[in-house]
């Protein structure tokens, strides 16, 4: 089922890719020749899903982990992605991969046939999908296409606010629990990878991530520490309802990370930052991130070094064909619930949550001995403390997009070396096929402008010692 669905997605990408030119809106929606125009509903929402994993653990997941140095660039062109050489034309895919087949245009196409029949849950799962993937593309570019995105009206779509795309996509939250609690008129369990229909989890789900919008926006909105608590409180609960890919061992299902790998082995490895972390706190997380390196020991590149003799990631966790990637989870909701109560001045239920999630939560996650995670201390007070939070949130969201707006939110982790001494960028750059068609709405920003959620308010905490 997964493998005739992964081809289908294919077909969809390969009809994208064939009409780029003008894909965010216009008569090539409606008429491609390459592309097949009357796909069944179910079809769409599967292949919908399997292209979401490639956005959430492709391209742009490799580029902020080796941004966030728990991946490193060591071959090939990624030896100049490592020391932030990259150009637009190295998020065209991934830019098409947000607006094209599989992603903005087939969820608002599922969107209106699910309306049109009825079927509220499969509205609502699939309002979340694109809260998820629009949120995340927002965070990462700033400034994007949304009010006007897909529609045949606007063949040159405006550049909405990163502010009021994140309203709109709350709004859109909002709606996903009316459509979610409503009930719907057709089975979908099948074809819904994440929970099986299970409305009860898509809920909490929605509530984990409205609570992160609200927490990327407090370094500018401190109101929303409040907003954010609220929703988290709502939030996933356990492991097994966090939201994740489905991979397998299957031809064709195997995670984005393995099959990157198959084809480009070796280009991205550990870096060395994480690495090195995990071995001063005597982390046993070090077996569960990362394999051994030739010599048979752990280790990673540091930024620019190129380094690659160096550990990948562990083949029977993260490295693995089968492993699905999570997205959105409990222990990022609990973060989110520590983080807030910090900033609201609750010093010790900040501290006690992230001890809980660390023992025995991810203890447990992990299957690891008891006691064996380190716990923050209990002389850990004010910015210190706050460091330590966001250090365990980076040590826990390994693979996770996530942690970049966490990064430029609070300026932690620091990062004593980046690659030949330069800064780390705030953002993604417009694709080269944008700025093509799109002239006069998108302006191509350098990698140090600033999106409107990271002002660098050189008085938040952290910021003093890493502006």
Not at 57 to 86: C, F, I, K, P, S
Not at 371 to 391: F, K, Q, Y
Request: aromatic content about 12%; proline content about 4%.
């Amino acid at each position: 089922m997964f493998k005739k669905i992964f081809m289908l997605t294919v077909i969809f990408s390969l009809a994208g890719f064939m009409s780029c030119g003008n894909f965010l809106t216009g008569p090539n929606l409606d008429n491609d020749p390459n592309r097949a125009t009357e796909v069944p509903t179910d079809n769409l929402f599967v292949g919908m899903q399997v292209s979401a994993y490639t956005v959430l653990e492709g391209h742009l997941n490799r580029t902020v982990t080796m941004y966030m140095q728990q991946m490193a660039g060591v071959a090939q062109h990624y030896e100049g992605y490592d020391v932030y050489n990259q150009l637009p034309t190295q998020f065209g895919g991934a830019w098409l991969d947000v607006y094209g087949g599989g992603g903005l245009v087939d969820m608002r196409k599922v969107e209106k046939n699910a309306s049109d029949g009825g079927q509220r849950v499969l509205l609502g799962i699939t309002k979340m999908w694109e809260a998820l993937i629009m949120s995340t593309a927002a965070d990462l570019w700033g400034d994007i296409p949304y009010s006007q995105a897909i529609n045949s009206d606007y063949p040159k779509p405006k550049y909405d606010k990163q502010s009021d795309v994140h309203d709109a996509i709350l709004n859109l939250i909002d709606g996903a629990i009316a459509d979610l609690q409503a009930g719907q008129t057709k089975d979908i369990n099948k074809y819904d990878f994440t929970f099986h229909g299970d409305v009860t989890k898509w809920i909490a789900a929605a509530h984990t991530l409205k609570a992160r919008i609200l927490l990327n926006w407090a370094e500018v909105k401190q109101g929303n520490y409040a907003l954010a608590m609220a929703e988290a409180q709502q939030g996933i609960a356990s492991d097994a309802d966090n939201w994740k890919a489905l991979h397998s061992d299957i031809n064709g299902e195997e995670s984005v990370w393995w099959q990157f790998n198959s084809v480009r082995f070796g280009y991205v490895k550990a870096g060395n930052y994480l690495v090195e972390l995990l071995k001063t706190q005597n982390d046993p997380r070090l077996q569960v991130y990362f394999g051994t390196d030739p010599d048979g020991n752990y280790s990673g590149s540091k930024p620019g070094e190129l380094n690659g003799s160096v550990s990948f990631l562990n083949e029977n966790t993260f490295g693995a064909k089968s492993y699905g990637l999570e997205f959105v989870s409990w222990y990022e909701n609990q973060f989110i619930i520590a983080e807030c109560q910090y900033a609201t001045g609750d010093e010790n239920g900040a501290r006690n949550t992230v001890n809980d999630v660390i023992q025995p939560g991810l203890e447990a996650k992990w299957g690891l001995a008891a006691n064996s995670l380190p716990r923050i201390p209990d002389a850990a007070t004010g910015v210190d403390l706050l460091a330590a939070i966001m250090l365990e949130k980076y040590k826990a969201m390994f693979l996770n997009i996530q942690i970049f707006s966490d990064w430029r939110r609070t300026a932690f982790p620091i990062f004593p070396i980046t690659a030949l001494g330069k800064r780390i960028p705030r953002r993604m750059l417009y694709s080269d096929d944008e700025l093509n068609t799109n002239s006069g709405n998108v302006t191509n920003l350098g990698w140090y402008t600033r999106v409107e959620n990271d002002p660098g308010n050189p008085t938040y905490p952290g910021r003093t010692v890493n502006p």
